[in-house]
């Protein structure tokens, strides 16, 4: 089986290449490398002790794309392409709706044309927007998303919906992920954000290694046990081997198929900090700051669909999810080399 990885070189697409070459995969890359380094495609070949190939290209280049296809024998296509970055898609909503969801329909374009009907995409538990209540169910409503960049996966995920409606030879697998965290065991692979941080655990680990001074948490008068943010955080090479499942399935049958990658367990920003100081030994200064716009009380995943249907169940907890970043973290102060 050969899988076109899009964005393969990013945090969840590298670490889900891994996952996939170790499986007897044949996996090929595209990537822009807007939001990744090239030392990472080095770092993965490294753990699988073999080379594959990467085209560095843009996925709304359809010339580009096509040349892949003609190149290539693709048999699916797992779709991580993409921004993701709340607050920018806020302040660039243009570039988001442009490389989000022009790039999917070239992507897609290009697939039809060379009779590659199957996909499994990234999307989000951004998706049930504000006001489904946790445990989150793949039949509850999607589309009251609050920002540009969920916009960009509701409009997606209503696409590759009509696009099987249209032509039931497609295999379209829609995945909704939670917050995945963590990074591969050898620490040599991990999340590497530009900039300031925006999500939680890669602004807790640049706290514990010096590069922030602490931790402001968004708000503690939710109505969650300790009054802080409660999510679903799933490690990163759980969520790759959901993708493994979800190729199988696209393999195996046509259908449009929608799971949640989650583990189904909640923690308060309060939980996380303090599971990451034992994982650590590092004690993460904090202070309570406002909420942040457009953020939930409590957001976690029904795992039941994922189970019966794929098989597949997270399996790593949340101090291996917290040693390892970690541990990435500190092999990687400064992430990736250039
Ligand atoms: P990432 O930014 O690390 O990886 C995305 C990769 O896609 C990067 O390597 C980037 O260079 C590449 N890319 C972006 N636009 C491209 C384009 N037009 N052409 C070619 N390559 C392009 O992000 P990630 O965390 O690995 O996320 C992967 C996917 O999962 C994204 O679609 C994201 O929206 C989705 N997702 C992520 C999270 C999360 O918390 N990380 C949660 C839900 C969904
Ligand atoms: C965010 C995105 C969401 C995206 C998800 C995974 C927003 C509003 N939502 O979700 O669309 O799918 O990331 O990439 O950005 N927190 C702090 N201090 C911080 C950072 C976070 O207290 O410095 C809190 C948040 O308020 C939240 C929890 O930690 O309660 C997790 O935040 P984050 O990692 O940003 O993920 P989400 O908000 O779930």
Known sequence: MSVLVTGGLGY???????????????????????????????????????????????????????????????????????????????????????????????????????GCKKIVFSSSATVYGLNNVSPLTEDMEVGGVTNPYGRTKYMIECILKDLYTSDNEWSICLLRYFNPIGAHKSGTMGEDPNGIPNNLMPYITQVAIGKREQLTVYGNDYDTHDGTGVRDYIHVVDLALGHIKAVEKVESENGLFIYNLGTGIGYSVLDVV?????????????????????????CYSSTKKAFDELGWKAERGIEEMCEDSWRWQTQNPNGYPD
């Open 12 to 114: 969840i697409g590298s670490h889900t290449c891994v996952e996939l070459i170790n499986a007897g995969v044949d996996v090929v890359v595209v990537d822009n490398l807007y939001n990744c380094k090239k030392s990472s495609y080095d770092r993965i070949k490294a753990l699988v002790g073999r080379d594959f190939k990467l085209y560095i290209c843009d996925i709304r280049d359809k010339q580009g794309l096509n040349q892949i296809f003609e190149e290539e024998k693709i048999d699916s296509v797992i779709h991580f392409a993409g921004l993701k970055a709340v607050g920018e898609s806020v302040e660039k909503p243009l570039e988001y709706f442009d490389n989000n969801v022009n790039g999917t329909l070239v992507l897609l374009d290009v697939m039809r044309n060379h």
């Open 274 to 298: 303090k599971a990451f100081e034992k994982a650590s030994n590092v004690t993460i200064p904090y202070k309570i700051g406002a909420r942040r716009a457009g953020d939930i009380a409590t």
